[in-house]
């Protein structure tokens, strides 16, 4: 199921397929120059209740950094509905990009946000770890700088491990092509 145009087709084409017992849906917005797969993925996490959302998100064109930033808000938005399916023809770099985004989506322990008042403490900073990775694509030297959200690491779904083959979930693609 495509869905072209504005953001708000998008989003009432996804909450119908919500309303009507879809568990799983694609955001697609590969090809587009002007539409960030994180903002439909935030618009539709809002519109819905139920359905799981997966975000597509071309590696050549996103670091992992900013994957894993984008991945910690949304899936806060989404209340843990969120996946993610690094896109990209290299097995390689898709693999690198999903291996650091996981990395630094633990460099925030789930118990490490204190938001203490009385002793004026919000972060434990001393459980927050630095995440350093020189690969072959890719360098991070640095924790996230958000912390996680309630999967801590998001599923990230891989097009060769038989998702998308067969039986793909329903998809939604919003931008000009």
Known sequence: MIVDGHLHDVVDR???????????????????????????????????????????????????????????????IADGRLRWWPVDADATRRAESADIVAALLTSWPADVVLNDRASGIQVDTDRVTRVMVQGNHFTVDSPLDVPRGPQGVVPHLDPFDGFGVADPPATATSGTR
Not at 19 to 25: E, I, Q, R, S
Not at 40 to 68: C, K
């Open 14 to 76: 996804v909450r119908d397929l919500d309303l009507a017992g879809t568990t799983d849906v694609v955001l697609d917005t590969i090809g587009s120059t002007t539409v960030d797969p994180f903002v439909v993925a935030s618009a539709v996490a809002q519109a819905t209740d139920r359905v799981r959302i997966t975000v597509a998100v071309p590696v050549t064109e996103w670091h992992p950094y900013l994957i894993a930033r984008r991945l910690a808000a949304v899936d806060k």
